[in-house]
Structure formats: structure tokens, C-alpha cells
T-cell receptor, first 114, second 116 residues
Framework: SQQGEEDPQALSIQEGENATMNCSYKTSINNLQWYRQNSGRGLVHLILIRSNEREKHSGRLRVTLDTSKKSSSLLITASRAADTASYFCALANAGGTSYGKLTFGQGTILTVHP | GAGVSQSPSNKVTEKGKDVELRCDPISGHTALYWYRQSLGQGLEFLIYFQGNSAPDKSGLPSDRFSAERTGGSVSTLTIQRTQQEDSAVYLC??????????????FGPGTRLTVL
């Protein structure tokens, strides 16, 4: 299966601490994306990293991609209570015709305590 | 501008009834996706429309599920003879081709379907 596997399933930290979530996968990808979901409803796109990139930053977010290990990590620095949400990695397959189709992991539930 | 909208936001139906879920993508987005998310689960891909190409239906779980996209814009997901295991949040997303083959998907708020 191309589905990403996320680790940990749940993460509980104090405000101001950093949060790291990991995503591993099994086959070749075109790109990997991270999404955030509040209250089990719509997802918000956070960041996209292409297969030929190793690291990207966006505000307090840092994403790394290691294609040799087939893994990615999402780091949220200086966390805030408002960062409390579920975070999903999503894989875009390499090759094929459905370039836009994404396969999502099970997600990491992040809780940031004030 | 307006984001992806979905209707209804909540739908409660009885087992065996048919339901229709609607998605209005962002204007100008050529790609439209349907996913579903069961309680405590990740997102499961259902179907993908890209322009005038034949849709990718590889994720539809059974022939009770179908979807269409009229005029390259609005999409309707239809579930016939609903079963209790169909209960889930159904999410729609749209994207534009943008930079080559790299897409960012913009999600709607979802429709929560409950089958009694």
C-alpha cells in the first residue's frame, strides 16, 4: 500500500515546546504534503515538498524529506494551543496518470496545553 | 475568494435510502476529488475528476457509489441503498494544475453522513 504511516499517533506537549511528527511510506512519490484538520472537518494544506527537495520551511513549520529512507517529518516550533489539531501526511504517487491523487496517512493527533 | 463548498453539512438517512452529496469547487479549478473519513480514520480516496478526462474511480468501495461532474464544475456524489458502514464525513477537494504536475488540494468543510 502507498499509504503513509504516521508516528506518533498522538502527541501531547506544553505550549512553547516543539512538536515533531513523522511519516513513512513504501513506494516512490512525486511529492509529499502535510495537512491539518480541526474538529474532524475540512483539511487545510500546510506545505508541499517535492521528491527532489530535502527541506522546506513555512513560518514555524519545517518539513524534511528523505527519499532514501522513504520518510518525512513535520516540525512545529514554539507550539501554541491553537496548533492543537490532527496532522496528516499525504503522498502523491510517482508516475501513472492520476498525478493529483493523494493517499493520506492515519494522522497524528497533536494536543498543545496552555 | 470563495473556497470549496459542500452541501448539506449534515445528512441523516435511513438504511436503504439513496443520498446525494454536492460539491462546489473553487472557480477555475480543473481537478476535483472526493474522499471519505470514517470515525478516527484517515482519509480514503474515492474518485478524482480532471478536466474532460475519464474520472479515476479506483477508490469507490462498491457499485452503490457513483459521482458525476457537470460542466466541469459542480460534482455530486451519490450513494444508493445506503448501509450503516457508509456513515462517515465525505470531503471534497479541488485543485488547479499550477506548476506542472504538482497540486495543492483545497478542501471543503465536508458532509457528515449518518446512516441509521
Amino acid at each position: 500500500s502507498q499509504q503513509g504511516e504516521e508516528d506518533p499517533q498522538a502527541l501531547s506537549i506544553q505550549e512553547g515546546e516543539n512538536a515533531t511528527m513523522n511519516c513513512s511510506y513504501k513506494t516512490s512519490i512525486n511529492n509529499l504534503q502535510w495537512y491539518r484538520q480541526n474538529s474532524g472537518r475540512g483539511l487545510v494544506h500546510l506545505i508541499l515538498i517535492r521528491s527532489n527537495e530535502r527541506e522546506k520551511h513555512s513560518g514555524r513549520l519545517r518539513v524534511t524529506l528523505d527519499t532514501s529512507k522513504k520518510s518525512s517529518s513535520l516540525l512545529i516550533t514554539a507550539s501554541r494551543a491553537a496548533d492543537t489539531a490532527s496532522y496528516f501526511c499525504a503522498l502523491a504517487n510517482a508516475g501513472g496518470t492520476s498525478y493529483g491523487k493523494l493517499t493520506f496517512g492515519q494522522g497524528t493527533i497533536l494536543t498543545v496545553h496552555p | 475568494g470563495a473556497g470549496v463548498s459542500q452541501s448539506p453539512s449534515n445528512k441523516v438517512t435511513e438504511k436503504g435510502k439513496d443520498v446525494e452529496l454536492r460539491c462546489d469547487p473553487i472557480s477555475g479549478h480543473t481537478a476535483l476529488y472526493w474522499y471519505r473519513q470514517s470515525l478516527g480514520q484517515g482519509l480514503e480516496f474515492l474518485i478524482y475528476f480532471q478536466g474532460n478526462s475519464a474520472p479515476d474511480k479506483s477508490g469507490l468501495p462498491s457499485d452503490r457509489f457513483s459521482a458525476e461532474r457537470t460542466g466541469g464544475s459542480v460534482s455530486t456524489l451519490t450513494i444508493q441503498r445506503t448501509q450503516q458502514e457508509d456513515s462517515a464525513v465525505y470531503l471534497c477537494a479541488s485543485s488547479s494544475r499550477g506548476d506542472g504536475r504538482y497540486y495543492t488540494q483545497y478542501f471543503g468543510p465536508g458532509t457528515r453522513l449518518t446512516v441509521l
